[in-house]
């Protein structure tokens, strides 16, 4: 019962120490759990059963930073933590179910460039964990590391883009929003079949032949199925990750002098950090135990 006792203080007094470093992230946290919560119940009592299941990623996903702190021993920054919420709950919550990329045009770029954004600060931090882990003797330049983190933000931004165009191409999802446009060239109607692009200019609307049907669409031009919406998300993909590997070199370049890159550079919590903080923790309660041993009294 006595040890029993002393793990559950102990883990009270972390629990304590967490919430007063935490205190703002813990409420973001909890705020955007309840507001989740709210959602899915609204949804599941409207019937959408598809809804319901992003809501229930969204909780899942909510978790990330937490479970990224203690599998890797790390101490993320709270503006880190705090934007990586609400970039989950902005593209989920705000974006799939309130329909905000179609309210907003530009609701899906500003998440592409903030993805490229914390993909970036999340590759350079990989690098610079290595590069400070007591179990590691990595010494890695400021430009490989910049490299690295570009790199590592760009292939995720692939990566998401392969996985939109699966979704539309066997579940019919439209991940990868149309663009109307008003021209097109294509070697496909070039009537010589040389290979020579053929241009159509003006384009004002668009029929659909289905079933010896002729359908007009209506939208004043030519749909565009996904690719100019995959090109613009890369683009902003790489400005955002440009962005932080140029703010990421100048701040291993001049360690500890970039005041707003630390904000979305994680620590590295050492074995011996973290053991000074337990014997804190539990300091009172052995104070309490411990017998006073005073060399002038007689055993």
């Not at 003797?137 to 590391?145: C, E, I």
Request: hydrophobic share 45%; net charge negative; with cysteine.
């Amino acid at each position: 019962m006595g040890k029993q006792s002393k793990k559950k203080n102990n883990f009270l007094a972390t629990a304590h120490q967490a919430l007063r470093k935490k205190g703002v992230v813990t409420t973001v946290y909890l705020v955007l759990r309840l507001l989740v919560i709210l959602v899915m119940v609204a949804q599941f009592f409207n019937g959408n059963f598809e809804n319901v299941f992003l809501c229930i990623l969204t909780l899942i996903l909510l978790l990330l930073p937490t479970v990224l702190e203690r599998r890797l021993q790390i101490d993320l920054p709270n503006t880190l933590e705090i934007i990586i919420m609400l970039f989950i709950f902005a593209a989920e919550i705000l974006g799939e179910i309130q329909a905000y990329y179609t309210a907003f045009p530009y609701w899906d770029t500003m998440l592409h460039t903030l993805n490229g954004f914390l993909c970036a600060a999340i590759g350079f931090s990989l690098v610079d964990l290595c590069n400070r882990h007591e179990r590691f003797s990595l010494s890695l330049s400021p430009v490989f590391m910049a490299i690295v983190a570009f790199c590592f933000s760009m292939t995720i931004g692939v990566l998401w883009e392969f996985f939109e165009c699966a979704m539309d191409q066997f579940f019919l999802l439209d991940m990868q929003k149309d663009t109307v446009i008003n021209s097109i060239s294509s070697v496909l109607l070039d009537p010589t079949g040389r290979q020579r692009p053929f241009a159509i200019h003006g384009i004002t609307d668009l029929i659909v032949v289905t079933n010896g049907e002729q359908i007009p669409l209506g939208l004043g031009g030519y749909l565009d199925i996904g690719l100019l919406d995959t090109m613009n998300d890369l683009l902003v993909n790489f400005i955002g990750a440009a962005v932080f590997s140029f703010l990421g070199y100048f701040y291993v370049k001049n360690r500890g002098k970039g005041r707003f890159t630390r904000n979305f550079i994680p620590q590295v919590l050492s074995h011996h950090t973290h053991s000074e903080e337990t014997q804190d923790s539990a300091a009172p309660q052995d104070s309490t135990e411990a017998p006073s041993s005073d060399p002038s009294q007689p055993e």
